[in-house]
């Protein structure tokens, strides 16, 4: 069974950085892509960052293009999300997740959810 745990969000003021990780188990992630997604009140889940675990290709939600970058640790089974010049428009629950399909933005495309962690920009 694959299992997601999201850690790093916080408070942070606009203009500065986060740095989220997913460590991920239960699986042979090798066949897996990972994928950062959002989710403001009120809103569906968007979209922002995947990488494919062999070979580390990745992409990005135009709005965050040249502000985040994604990356991983296969030691460590980990995915992070860096996150730099936040704005408050970044403030959501951000959910990593994993699928068998690369590239993929679709949530529904996504089997495998963490519990999310909080990011919220001050302005």
């Known amino acids: 069974q694959v299992q997601l745990v999201e850690s790093g969000g916080g408070l942070v003021q606009a203009g500065g950085s986060l740095r989220l990780s997913c460590a991920a188990s239960?699986?042979?992630?090798?066949?897996?892509?990972v994928g950062w997604f959002r989710q403001a009140p009120g809103k569906e889940h968007e979209f922002v960052a995947g990488i494919r675990w062999s070979g580390g290709s990745t992409y990005f939600a135009d709005s965050v293009k040249g502000r985040f970058t994604i990356s991983r640790d296969n030691a460590k089974n980990t995915v992070f999300l860096q996150m730099d010049s936040l704005k408050p428009e970044d403030t959501a629950v951000y959910y990593c997740a994993a699928s068998l399909k690369f590239p993929v933005v679709a949530s529904h495309e996504y089997h495998w959810w963490g519990q999310g962690t909080q990011v919220t920009v001050s302005s």
């Open positions: 239960g699986g042979a992630f090798s066949s897996y892509a």
